[in-house]
């Protein structure tokens, strides 16, 4: 099963960013050092904030949740995507990013079991 459920925005500040939404919505923030935090907003979608320069996307950054990440990879090669950003670990899972025929740059990842 594949389902998005994340967005990555770009951010000057992942702190303001967070704070702004905890203050506006009443969403909670999770601070993951000094440059990325997560905001859950309640819903079946969470936002992520990145504010290292060298990581960040250009574009929000969708991500696709599944439980087979190896699968996901093989699936998005064969249609035609290209890996942009090998698989890595991150608190929680591990994710991939991947560049579709049309030029979006999207994500897959997968929870740690």
């Given at each position: 099963?594949?389902?998005?459920?994340?967005?990555?925005?770009?951010?000057?500040?992942?702190?303001?960013?967070?704070?702004?939404?905890?203050?506006?919505?009443?969403?909670?923030?999770?601070?993951?050092?000094?440059?990325?935090s997560d905001v859950?907003?309640?819903?079946?979608?969470?936002?992520?904030?990145?504010?290292?320069?060298?990581?960040?996307?250009?574009?929000?950054?969708?991500?696709?949740?599944?439980?087979?990440?190896?699968?996901?990879?093989?699936?998005?090669?064969?249609?035609?995507?290209?890996?942009?950003?090998?698989?890595?670990?991150?608190?929680g899972g591990r994710?991939?990013?991947?560049?579709?025929?049309?030029g979006a740059e999207?994500?897959?990842?997968?929870?740690?079991?």
């Amino acid at each position: 099963m594949y389902e998005i459920d994340f967005v990555e925005f770009p951010s000057s500040s992942a702190a303001d960013s967070s704070r702004f939404f905890e203050k506006a919505f009443g969403w909670t923030a999770t601070s993951y050092g000094p440059t990325y935090s997560d905001v859950q907003s309640g819903g079946a979608v969470s936002f992520g904030f990145q504010q290292d320069t060298a990581e960040q996307t250009a574009a929000p950054l969708v991500t696709i949740r599944t439980g087979d990440l190896d699968q996901a990879r093989g699936s998005v090669e064969a249609a035609g995507g290209v890996v942009t950003v090998e698989p890595f670990s991150f608190p929680g899972g591990r994710r991939f990013h991947f560049r579709e025929p049309g030029g979006a740059e999207l994500a897959v990842w997968s929870p740690d079991s």
